[in-house]
């Protein structure tokens, strides 16, 4: 999740405002004390978390208006959403926004914030300097205790929780303590027993017969759980009595299923099988009563002496091909001219291209459908770098005229700035002008008078602060409070320190004016001195804001001849791609890239065409090789027929056939007659096959799925898959039977899925239990008789008034130390629950964000800190130096202590950013690192803001600059 905008209706001293963040991971704001760094901070928790009402109405803005703004986020799962949340709307719920215009609620954003609560974020994603200062109260144990409580909750709840268990224990019980609950109890307790003993030593055996009623109870219940025992099993005996058919049933059943060979049968197979034989006797009939008739008609066409019918009809067949062959001829001679005629026109195209190849040449090239667009994206990839390089060439003319012109004003500066000599003499007329009348003396003595009575507020104001600072924390017993008082009189005693001193130097200066009387420097001369200096200042100015400007330009500069190499990669780029081209289609070497687009249609056009003649060629072969069969079929035939000298000349051929003929028609005409229904018959046995065959087609799968060679194994297969369905079914039924009489862990006990139980040593099992069963009710009663007896004897020694009297309040001190004792248990219960979480957590998740947190400690004091650990035996945060020496964290100073707190912090972070991706917001927090530790820690930040945003707030308006940073107004009350 990333922070990309936000606008703030009115929270605090902002008032409708804007920002939108910088697009890198590492986001630095920069702005000065009091500009609302931390109100920003807090107006991000409150969209994303909210506030409770009289937090919120504390952010009034002071000219009213509405208290709230809105957030745009970057969430991985939903893209782009608008969170805004508003005081007094929707009872200050906040709205989401996704991009394509839904709305969603509060649920949607907890969603995305991953249900973190605003303590759980603020501990683990947000901190600041009073952050690390409630950290210095603590000791290394107590530290390692809270890096275990965030981890765990995202907060501190559970060491402030422990040490309140703790303080509760304590409260109640201690071994050798006298003071809590417990303790006196039991003191308590002991005096009422002993005065119990007293009476009971005037009543003889009351002791042995309370043992004796004891142990009796003991054997009691003890009896009793011995026969819920027995019945149970005796309960589940009988059940599985019950069921015992069942089981040996489906163990019958199992061991078949297994014995039985495992066949696949096609399902439906029976049915499908009788719908085919239904289907195919009546056609099978049909067929055998044509085969007859057909073999009848060849046996009277065999019995008439004639030539054969299909020579006849041969002959016809040949004769008829006459007009064919004249047409065929015909073919030829047009096909030959328009293959003539195209060809003609393709090389004339191709003459026209001037591409310098003949047509043959041109037919050994091919153009895959994707060669127009590699020729498309050339050209246009020319054209656009011949535009950016333009562009960048008209760029870097005009930075150059620019930086020209700046180099020639920074020039003039330099020449009409005056020499460091005369600035020198300048500002030493300045600093000793001193005026001389008395009533300026009297204007010195009246402000010495103002500073010293300033001194004096500064430093009461800075005694009061400290003492209403120390009673409210007293009070209330805030430590931010405590020292929010002493800030305040740190800030009013430093005021009065600096008015005091100012004081003094107004003490020299007018004692300096009443006993030296130096040579008095004219008003003319100050004033012309006052002015060299206010256009040397105003000329330096002028010339440090040209410079940075040149050193932009210097930048801009840089970034253009990288744009330019980058287009000079492209036209490398572009250049292979060219020479790719022209090695495949050599003829593109002479033209510009900017016509191969076109050229590629015109190109396609032609081979079109050469497609076309490549048809037409391939069918003048194929009329060229019809005739030449036809030609062949005449002189196939004479020869079949015994004829001699065949004539060249094919009208001849054809009127000596046509002939012939006619001379067999008149005698083959029964014949004839007797070849057409033998035709007729084949054309009907033949459809019947057509008709036949997908019938026979699927039979034969059927018998090849069941694997049987007829219909009779087809069908007893298809009975023994009937019955093998049959008998699954039926276990599937035992199954549930068994099931439903016997509970899962009967069914474990009695092992039901493995073996049947022998009924005879079931029988004799349930014997044996309901033996068990008779002796332990005769040995309940025996006993119940005892306790009576005794239990009666108990109550007549117990009939005393003193002894009832000390046994009551005995019975009542008990149950008084009963319930002490219970709500102690409770506390301790929680606490061994807590310290083995806490414990699981140390060992399993803390060796890691301590060995992370030590590897940014060791970076932030330069390798000087080498070794971060939890002591076992001191029991709290250690850290050992590079020589080997061991500190506890109050023993480091506060800078170093405030680097291995945010080191801690910057851990626990990066290693809940693995689940959890949230930006993390810093206030300030390193106010006392110095310049190197500074930059050592803003690295570490970049290094760890890759996939994660994090979010910087300070005063350093440098960092802002280095970093490509924000800056907020500096007075912006709205």
Aim: charged share 30%; hydrophobic share 35%.
């Amino acid at each position: 999740m990333r922070i990309q905008d936000l606008h703030i209706y009115g929270f605090g001293k902002w008032r409708d405002y804007s920002m939108t963040l910088p697009a890198g991971d590492l986001v630095v704001i920069a702005g000065d004390n009091e500009a609302g760094k931390s109100t920003i901070r807090t107006f991000i928790l409150f969209v994303l978390f909210g506030l409770p009402p009289k937090k919120r109405a504390n952010y009034q803005p002071k000219r009213g208006g509405l208290v709230g703004g809105k957030l745009t986020l970057q969430s991985e799962e939903f893209g782009e959403v608008t969170v805004e949340r508003v005081h007094d709307r929707n009872q200050g719920a906040a709205v989401c926004r996704l991009a394509n215009g839904e709305e969603r609620d509060e649920r949607f954003l907890r969603k995305i914030t991953a249900h973190m609560s605003q303590a759980a974020y603020q501990s683990i994603y947000s901190f600041d300097a009073e952050d690390l200062t409630e950290l210095h109260g603590l000791n290394g144990e107590e530290l390692g205790e809270v890096l275990i409580s965030v981890g765990l909750t995202g907060s501190d709840l559970i060491y402030q929780t422990d040490k309140r268990l703790e303080k509760e224990l304590d409260s109640r019980f201690k071994p050798k303590g006298k003071k809590p609950n417990l303790n006196q109890q039991l003191d308590s307790l002991n005096e009422a027993d002993k005065q119990r003993l007293a009476s009971e030593r005037e009543v003889g055996q009351y002791e042995q017969l309370l043992e004796e009623q004891r142990e009796l109870t003991i054997g009691r219940k003890e009896i009793e759980a011995q026969l819920h025992q027995l019945r149970l099993k005796r309960s589940s005996l009988q059940q599985l009595k019950k069921v015992l058919p069942v089981v040996q049933e489906y163990h019958q059943l199992a061991r078949k299923l297994k014995q039985d060979p495992h066949s696949y049968f096609p399902e439906n197979g029976t049915e499908r099988m009788h719908q085919l034989q239904e289907k195919l006797l009546p056609l099978e009939s049909e067929q055998q009563f044509i085969k007859a008739k057909h073999l009848e008609a060849k046996q009277s066409q065999a019995d008439f002496q004639t030539i054969p019918s299909t020579t006849l009809n041969e002959a016809i067949a040949v004769a008829e091909t006459k007009s064919l062959f004249y047409q065929t001829e015909q073919d030829i001679v047009r096909l030959q001219s328009s293959i003539e005629t195209w060809e003609q026109r393709i090389q004339l195209e191709l003459n026209e291209l001037n591409l310098g190849m003949e047509e043959p040449d041109f037919r050994e090239f091919d153009f895959p459908f994707y060669i127009e667009e590699t020729w498309r994206s050339i050209k246009h990839e020319a054209d656009r770098i011949n535009e950016e390089a333009a562009a960048i060439d008209k760029e870097l003319g005009s930075l150059a005229a620019q930086k020209q012109r700046l180099e020639n004003q920074m020039e003039s500066l330099e020449r009409e700035q005056p020499d460091d000599e005369q600035v020198a003499a300048c500002q030493q007329i300045v600093h000793s002008y001193v005026p001389s009348t008395s009533e300026e003396r009297g204007d010195w003595a009246s402000s010495l008078q103002q500073k010293q009575a300033a001194s004096r507020r500064s430093f009461i104001a800075s005694i009061a602060a400290l003492a209403v600072g120390t009673a409210a924390a007293w009070a209330t017993s805030s430590f931010p409070l405590l020292l929010g008082g002493l800030i305040m009189s740190g800030i009013c005693a430093t005021a009065g320190l600096y008015f005091r001193q100012t004081a003094r130097n107004f003490e020299q200066m007018l004692a300096t004016i009443g006993q030296h009387h130096t040579p008095r420097i004219s008003e003319s001369d100050y004033l012309h001195a006052k002015e060299v200096m206010e256009r040397y200042e105003r000329t330096r100015g002028e010339y440090a804001h040209i410079k940075e400007r040149w050193k932009q330009l210097n930048h801009e500069s840089l970034l253009i001849h990288e744009k330019q190499h980058h287009v000079s990669e492209r036209k490398k780029r572009l250049s292979t791609q060219m020479t790719e081209q022209t090695t495949m289609y050599p003829f593109l070497s002479s033209l510009k890239p900017t016509h191969w687009e076109q050229l590629f249609q015109l190109l396609k056009q032609t081979k079109e065409k050469q497609k076309d003649v490549k048809e037409l060629k391939e069918e003048l072969r194929a009329v060229q090789q019809k005739k030449q069969g036809l030609e062949q079929d005449i002189k196939a035939f004479f020869t079949a027929m015994n004829c001699d000298g065949v004539n060249p000349n094919m009208a001849e051929n054809y009127r000596q056939l046509e002939e012939w003929i006619q001379r067999q028609q008149a005698s083959m005409s029964e014949n004839k007659r007797l070849q057409e229904e033998i035709e007729g018959l084949e054309k009907d046995l033949e459809d019947l096959d057509h008709q036949i065959a997908p019938f026979t087609t699927e039979k034969t799968g059927l018998l090849e799925k069941a694997s049987a060679q007829d219909l009779d194994a087809f069908y007893e297969k298809a009975h023994a898959a009937a019955r093998k369905r049959e008998q699954l079914q039926r276990k599937e039924q035992l199954i549930v039977q068994i099931e439903g009489v016997l509970n899962k862990h009967d069914q474990e006990q009695f092992k039901i899925w493995e073996e049947a139980k022998d009924p005879s040593e079931l029988e004799v099992e349930l014997e044996e239990t309901d033996r068990e069963l008779q002796t332990a009710a005769e040995e309940q009663n025996t006993l119940i008789q005892d306790i009576a007896a005794r239990k009666n004897r108990l109550e007549l020694l117990e009939s005393s008034e003193e002894h009832s009297k000390y046994m009551h309040q005995l019975a009542n001190q008990r149950e008084v130390f009963q319930e002490q004792a219970k709500e102690w248990a409770v506390y301790q219960m929680a606490s061994q629950i807590l310290k083995a979480t806490k414990t699981r957590y140390q060992e399993n998740h803390l060796p890691a964000v301590i060995k992370r947190a030590e590897e940014f400690f060791r970076r932030l004091t330069f390798e000087k800190y080498g070794r971060l650990f939890i002591d076992p035996e001191a029991g709290g945060l250690t850290v050992e130096d590079q020589w080997g020496h061991v500190y506890k964290t109050g023993e480091l100073s506060r800078g170093t202590a405030d680097q291995l707190y945010v080191a801690l912090r910057l851990a626990l972070g990066d290693s809940m950013s693995e689940t959890i991706q949230a930006p993390f917001i810093v206030d300030d927090a390193f106010v006392h690192f110095d310049e190197e530790r500074r930059e050592v820690m803003m690295d570490l930040l970049a290094s760890l803001a890759h996939g994660n945003q994090i979010i910087l707030f300070t005063y350093q308006k440098q960092l802002a600059e280095k970093w490509h940073g924000s800056f907020l107004p500096s007075k912006r009350y709205i």
